[in-house]
C-alpha cells in the first residue's frame, strides 16, 4: 500500500447491484451468449486488451514495464480446487477502476445496457470493456474472484462476487500481492457441471478455435509439466503484405480454410476510414464439397479484434460463397449476437465494401492474370453467376468477369464478343440447354451460323434464370434465340446468297393447315427467320419465360407451362409438301411439331402415335420410290 492511504481508501467495500442485475446477468447467459464456451474466449479477449493498453502506454511511460515481463496471457486449471485461472501481465487495475469497470451491469441498468448493446456507438463500443464480458463467466462460475495491480503502482485489490448480490473490493491478502506483480488474475470458482474446463484438451479446443490468433502468447499451466504456448500469436491478415511471402499467404489459406488445394486469388488489404477493418480472402482453385448446399451458405469468418466470432456472419453474398478467409474488424462489439449481426448498420457497410472488392478483384484477375482466373471460373462459374439475378448493383461488372462458351470458341467474355459483332449486329445472342453437343446441333442456330454471327452457349442451371432478366452490356441487349421474334434481315450471309422462300409454298394455307391439325398444343405457327435447312423449331413467346426455365419450371411443378410457337422453314421440302385436309397434311403437321420437340431435347407427347406417324411416311415413300 502506499504511506498515504487512508483507512476510507482501504476499508472493504460491499456494492450492492441494482434491482434488475439478476435480469440482465439471466440476459448475458441466455441470451447474448449461445454457448457456455464463450465465457473464456471473453476473459481472453479482455485480458489481450488489458495488455494491448500496457504496450500503448508503455510508450510515454517506459517504467511500466521496467520489471521486463513481457505482456502475456495464462490459463491455470486446478482440479484439486476445482478453479480456472486466466492471468495476464497488462495494464491492470485499481481500486476505483474495479469498482467501475466490473461494476458496468450494476451502473448501466437494464435499458441502458441493452440500448448500448444494441447499438455500440460509445467508441470503441462493447470490445474491450471488461464488465459485459467478463460476466458471461457466471456461465460456468458461482463465485469469482479478481486480484489486480494497475502498472506502476503499489497497491493489489480484490474484487469478489457471487452475481447475485453484489460484490466486494478489498486489498489484496499478503500471498495474492505477492503472485500479482502487474497485471490481473481471475479465479473462477466453477460449477459442478463445468468441471470439463480443467481439463487441458477442453482449454486448448476453445482457445485454438476463438483466440488462436491474438497477439500475445497464451501459456496453458498444466498442473504438472511445464508451460507451454496454445496459440499461433500471429494474425497474419494483420501484417503488412511487404512482411508476407507467398508460401505465407498458402498456408494461411490451407489453415484458414481447411484446404489442400492452392489458392487461385488472393486479396489481402486493411481498410481504413469511418469503420477500420483488415480483409484476407481467398478463392480456391477446386470446388469445395459444400458449394451447392440448399442453405449456400458462406465460409468467410467474422474477427473482431483477431477474437474469432463466428463464420456465420454472411459476409458475403451467396453467389460468392466459394470465397474462403477472414474480415477482422476494429469497430464492432465482441459480444455482438446473431440478430445483431443482422441488422449492424456497420457489418451491412463492411459487406458492401468488401463484396464490392473481391468482384473488382476477379475482374481484375481475368484481364492480368487469366490462367489463374480460368480455374475460378471453370469450378465456380455457375455459382457466380447467380448474382447475375441477384445483384442487379454489380450486375454489369459480374457480365464483364463471366466466360463463356459460344460457337466462335471456349472462355470468351463479352467484351471479345461485343468486339467481334457483325455488321448491323445489335443484340447479344445466346441459346439456354442442357448440353454443349445439343445446343451445337439445335436448328435455331442455323440463320445465325449462316451469317457468322456468334452465339453464347449456356448450360448450367442457372443460366435458364438469369437470362430471364431484361440484360444488356455496353448497350447491347441480350437476346436469346429461343424466345421472341428474329430478325437477321440488315445482317449479310457468308456467301452473300438471298435466303429465299419456296416460290410453290403457299405460307398462308400451309400455316392454316398446322393450325388447325395441332389445336391447343402450340400457341401459335409461324414462317422462321431462324431456320435454314431444318424444317422447324418450337420457341417462345416475347413475353414470359425463355424454352429452357419453361422445361425446368414445369418439371419442377409437374405441371404444363404455356404452349410453345412452331416456327417452319417455308423453304423445306416437307413443309412445302403439306397441302389441303388429308391425312398426309396432318401426319407432316405432326411431324415437325414432334421432330421439333426432340431436336430440343424433350419426348413428343405421345410417344406411339410419332412412331405410326414416322412409320406411315416412310412406307409412302418406299412405296412411290419403288
Known amino acids: 500500500m502506499t504511506a498515504n492511504a487512508t483507512t476510507a481508501d482501504t476499508a472493504p467495500v460491499s456494492q450492492p447491484f441494482q434491482a434488475e442485475v439478476a435480469e440482465l446477468l439471466h ?24 495488455c494491448d493498453k500496457l504496450r500503448y502506454e508503455a ?33 491492470g487495475m485499481d481500486r476505483q477502476e474495479l469498482i467501475d469497470n466490473l461494476g458496468t451491469i450494476a451502473r448501466s441498468g437494464t435499458k441502458s445496457f441493452l440500448s448500448r448493446l444494441t447499438e455500440a456507438k460509445d467508441g470503441a463500443g462493447l470490445i474491450g470493456q471488461f464488465g459485459v464480458g467478463f460476466y458471461s463467466a457466471f456461465m460456468v462460475a458461482d463465485r469469482i474472484v479478481v486480484t489486480s495491480r494497475r502498472a506502476g503502482s503499489d497497491e493489489v485489490w480484490s474484487w469478489t462476487s457471487s452475481g447475485g448480490a453484489g460484490f466486494e473490493v478489498a486489498p489484496a491478502g499478503a500471498e495474492d500481492a505477492t503472485r500479482v506483480v502487474r497485471g490481473t488474475e481471475i479465479v473462477l470458482h466453477l460449477k459442478p457441471d463445468a468441471k470439463k474446463y480443467l481439463e487441458t484438451y477442453e482449454i486448448e479446443r476453445i482457445v485454438g478455435a476463438y483466440s488462436d490468433n491474438i497477439q500475445f502468447p497464451i501459456e496453458l499451466v498444466p498442473e504438472e509439466g511445464e508451460p507451454r504456448q496454445i496459440n499461433s500469436a500471429s494474425a497474419l491478415w494483420q501484417r503488412s503484405k511487404s512482411e508476407l511471402t507467398p508460401e505465407d499467404y498458402t498456408q494461411a489459406y490451407k489453415q484458414i480454410a481447411n484446404a489442400f488445394d492452392e489458392p487461385a486469388m488472393t486479396l489481402h488489404y486493411r481498410a481504413e476510414g469511418r469503420y477500420s477493418y483488415a480483409v484476407l480472402l481467398f478463392a480456391p482453385s477446386t470446388k469445395p464439397f459444400d458449394l451447392f448446399e440448399p442453405q449456400r451458405k458462406g465460409r468467410v469468418k467474422l474477427y473482431v479484434r483477431r477474437v474469432f466470432i463466428t463464420d456465420d456472419a454472411d459476409l458475403l453474398p451467396a453467389y460468392l460463397r466459394f470465397i474462403r478467409g477472414v474480415v477482422d474488424s476494429e469497430d464492432l462489439p465482441l459480444n455482438i449476437s446473431r440478430e445483431m449481426l443482422q ?15 473481391v468482384v473488382s478483384e476477379l475482374e481484375t484477375l481475368g484481364d492480368k492474370d487469366p490462367e489463374n482466373f ?40 463479352l467484351k471479345q464478343y461485343i468486339a467481334d459483332l457483325k455488321p448491323n449486329q445489335t443484340e447479344v445472342y445466346f441459346l439456354v440447354g442442357d448440353s454443349i453437343e445439343r445446343l451445337k446441333s439445335n436448328p435455331k442456330l442455323e440463320s445465325a451460323a449462316a451469317r457468322g454471327i456468334e452465339v453464347l452457349l449456356l448450360t448450367d442451371p442457372v443460366d435458364a434464370f438469369w437470362t430471364s432478366a431484361p440484360l444488356d452490356f455496353e448497350g447491347k441487349p441480350l437476346k436469346s434465340l429461343s424466345q421472341g421474334d428474329i430478325d437477321f434481315g440488315l445482317i449479310p450471309l457468308l456467301d452473300d ?41 418450337l420457341v417462345a413467346g416475347s413475353h414470359g419465360p425463355d424454352r429452357e426455365l419453361e422445361r425446368l419450371l414445369a418439371r419442377q411443378n409437374k405441371g404444363a407451362g404455356t404452349k410453345p410457337i412452331l416456327e417452319i422453314n417455308l423453304r423445306h421440302p416437307l413443309v412445302a409438301a403439306i397441302s389441303g385436309d388429308t391425312a398426309e397434311a396432318a401426319d407432316l403437321s405432326f411431324l415437325l411439331l414432334e421432330q421439333a420437340q426432340i431436336l430440343d431435347g424433350e419426348l413428343p407427347e405421345d410417344p406411339a402415335a410419332f412412331a405410326g406417324r414416322l412409320n406411315r411416311l416412310v412406307l409412302q415413300g418406299v412405296t412411290k420410290g419403288g
Open 343 to 357: 441488422n449492424n448498420p456497420q457489418l451491412a457497410q463492411i459487406r458492401k465494401a468488401v463484396t464490392t472488392r
Open 59 to 91: 510508450i510515454a511511460h517506459p517504467e511500466l514495464v521496467a520489471d521486463g515481463e513481457p505482456p502475456k496471457i495464462r490459463i491455470a486449471p486446478d482440479k484439486a480446487a476445482d478453479t480456472l485461472r486466466v492471468i495476464d501481465t497488462g495494464i
Open 497 to 537: 446468297k438471298k435466303e429465299e422462300a419456296n416460290p410453290e409454298a403457299d405460307e398462308a394455307s400451309i400455316i392454316a393447315v398446322i393450325k388447325a391439325t395441332l389445336g391447343e398444343r402450340v400457341s401459335d405457327v409461324r414462317a422462321s427467320q431462324r431456320l435454314t435447312s431444318s424444317a422447324s423449331c
Open 27 to 50: 440476459l448475458m447467459v441466455h441470451s447474448v451468449y449461445s454457448e457456455t464456451d464463450i465465457f473464456l474466449r471473453e476473459l481472453i479477449s479482455n485480458a489481450s486488451d488489458a
Open 374 to 413: 480460368a480455374k475460378i471460373w471453370e469450378a465456380f462459374g455457375p455459382v457466380i453467376k447467380e448474382g447475375l439475378y441477384e445483384d442487379f448493383e454489380r450486375r454489369e461488372k459480374l457480365l464483364a468477369l463471366s466466360r463463356f462458351t459460344s460457337t466462335a470458341g471456349e472462355n470468351r467474355s
